[in-house]
T-cell receptor, first 115, second 115 residues
Framework: AQSVAQPEDQVNVAEGNPLTVKCTYS??????LFWYVQYPNRGLQFLLK??????LVKGSYGFEAEFNKSQTSFHLKKPSALVSDSALYFC?????????????FGTGTRLTVIP | EPEVTQTPSHQVTQMGQEVILRCVPI?????FYWYRQILGQKVEFLVS????????KSEIFDDQFSVERPDGSNFTLKIRSTKLEDSAMYFC?????????????FGQGTRLTVV
């Protein structure tokens, strides 16, 4: 069975500091990993994904994520946080199984960037 | 930029009533989904739809739920007899193809409140 864990409900970081939002996953076979962001009263917006290849993937708005197979992690990072990055972040995984196309989401991490 | 659109943005209904949530996926997309997010909880998969039929569904998607693509552009979720616990944000999503590494695009959601 697939699952995603986001161990932190809330992350606070000062503007200009680096940020990390943690995600670990459990899936049978190869994982396809995604990060989505949700701003207030908005839908889920795709940020980045890992399919294969380079473990460091870059996405929208300066975000990047590092895939670590041995630790089954896919942490979201940004070198310098902006106040506008404050939002709810969801990690998601899709299993590499025939017919299994749905995404399994974590519980979300609320990021607050303090001016 | 093409986007998934959902209507209405907020629906209030009495317990036992039928509701239909509407979605217009991105036009060249082939896979369609409904997810829901109960307040403060994680995003949960309900159903996926491909080639005019349900391809997967979760335990949540019981006989009270149905999906339809009536006219080649709209994708609807019907709840026949709503319960209080159906109150949630419902997200529609679409995906261009069936490759596992393809990201899904989400609508802004319909907030369903059952009273």
């Amino acid at each position: 069975a697939q699952s995603v864990a986001q161990p932190e409900d809330q992350v606070n970081v000062a503007e200009g500091n680096p940020l990390t939002v943690k995600c670990t996953y459990s899936v049978s076979g190869n994982p396809y990993l995604f990060w989505y962001v949700q701003y207030p009263n908005r839908g889920l917006q795709f940020l980045l994904k890992y399919i294969t290849g380079d473990n460091l993937v870059k996405g929208s708005y300066g975000f990047e994520a590092e895939f670590n197979k041995s630790q089954t992690s896919f942490h979201l990072k940004k070198p310098s946080a902006l106040v506008s990055d404050s939002a709810l972040y969801f990690c998601a995984v899709r299993a590499d199984q025939t017919g299994a196309n749905n995404l399994f989401f974590g519980t979300g991490t609320r990021l607050t960037v303090i001016p | 930029e093409p986007e998934v659109t959902q209507t209405p943005s907020h629906q209030v209904t009495q317990m036992g009533q039928e509701v239909i949530l509407r979605c217009v996926p991105i036009s060249n997309h082939l896979y369609f989904y409904w997810y829901r997010q109960i307040l403060g909880q994680k995003v949960e998969f309900l159903v996926s739809f491909y080639n005019n039929e349900i391809s997967e569904k979760s335990e949540i998607f019981d006989d009270q739920f149905s999906v339809e693509r009536p006219d080649g552009s709209n994708f609807t979720l019907k709840i026949r007899s709503t319960k209080l616990e159906d109150s949630a944000m419902y997200f529609c999503a679409s995906m261009v193809g069936t490759l596992k590494g393809t990201e899904a695009f989400f609508g802004q959601g319909t907030r369903l409140t059952v009273v």
